[in-house]
């Protein structure tokens, strides 16, 4: 009877062995899956990433702001001639060079509105151009250890009672759970960040059609800098994946499966702390207000 009983418990381990090492095998797949996929995310421009989405914003900007900001350009540029003529004692001192300023300062402002979409377009060029040369060295392997540190593991569980085997389970299926609510955030942030480059590039006119004017010009500023701000963001998002893959690289297999399961939980909840600042921490460097 208790060569029965002791081959029942000996099958019962077994099987809470096999189930944990299944499970902890794979319960990281979905959050490298989405790691490794920010890679191919953020090298997009906003052209190349949904090109149905980008023309719809493009044809509502040519057609509904583009105008409004052709008005916007007119009232600066009358404000502009205005200002030269009274600057100089009602034109009793006026010098005619400054009429040749103000038709250069109004081709440049013609040419900017009219190469709106190039100008953005060549900015967001430039960030894809800067992610896709940093992937090849910045961005590691995501996964967890190899064959060595599945055997030790393995040795460890098996020097563990049924009952603490079980509480190891539950355990594994709890941190499962919550590493698919970060997969969820990852995906929001990624996603988030191109529809919030669709809605600061469909406005695109407006504050680049103040450029010209001292007075006004800063809207324009504060938009290019907001414009870089969010184009660079995923370059900050790459160096995140990185110092995410470095600091899981560095759990071997001398820890306990326990250690090993939270800690690497640990470090992709700081994934997600980070990648949630870093919109912020992009528009802080680029000082856009």
């Excluded at 040749?100 to 060549?122: E, M, P």
């Excluded at 590691?140 to 603490?164: F, H, K, P, Y």
């Excluded at 994934?271 to 921490?281: D, P, Q, V």
Aim: with cysteine; hydrophobic share 55%.
């Amino acid at each position: 009877m208790n060569w029965l009983l002791g081959g029942l418990f000996d099958s019962i381990k077994e099987s809470l062995i096999d189930a944990i090492m299944a499970s902890f095998a794979n319960i990281f797949d979905d959050v490298n899956a989405q790691v490794n996929d920010i890679a191919v995310q953020v090298g997009h421009t906003p052209e190349s990433w949904n090109s149905g989405v980008f023309g719809m914003v493009r044809t509502l900007s040519e057609t509904v702001i583009l105008p409004i900001a052709g008005i916007i350009l007119t009232f600066v540029l009358c404000y502009e001639l205005i200002q030269l003529i009274i600057e100089k004692n009602n034109m009793s001192d006026f010098d005619t060079f400054n009429i040749f300023k103000w038709i250069f300062k109004t081709f440049v402002a013609v040419f900017i509105l009219t190469n709106t979409f190039t100008i953005v377009l060549a900015i967001f060029s430039l960030s894809q151009n800067v992610v896709n040369q940093s992937a090849a060295f910045i961005v590691g392997e995501t996964q967890l250890g190899g064959a060595d540190m599945m055997d030790a593991i393995r040795v460890q569980l098996e020097a563990e009672s049924i009952g603490s085997l079980l509480a190891l389970f539950l355990e594994v299926q709890v941190v499962r759970l919550a590493l698919g609510a970060m997969v969820i955030i990852v995906f929001v942030v990624i996603w988030g960040r191109m529809i919030e480059i669709y809605l600061v590039i469909s406005l695109a006119p407006i504050p680049l059609s103040t450029m010209v004017n001292r007075e006004w010009s800063s809207m324009g500023n504060n938009y290019l800098k907001a414009l870089l701000a969010v184009a660079f963001q995923g370059f900050l998002i790459m160096v995140c994946v990185a110092i995410y893959a470095a600091l899981v690289s560095t759990i071997g297999g001398t820890d306990s499966l326990r250690s090993s399961i939270w800690t690497v939980a640990g470090y992709t909840a700081l994934l997600c702390f980070i990648l949630l600042k870093s919109g912020g921490l992009a528009k802080s460097i680029f000082n856009a207000s």
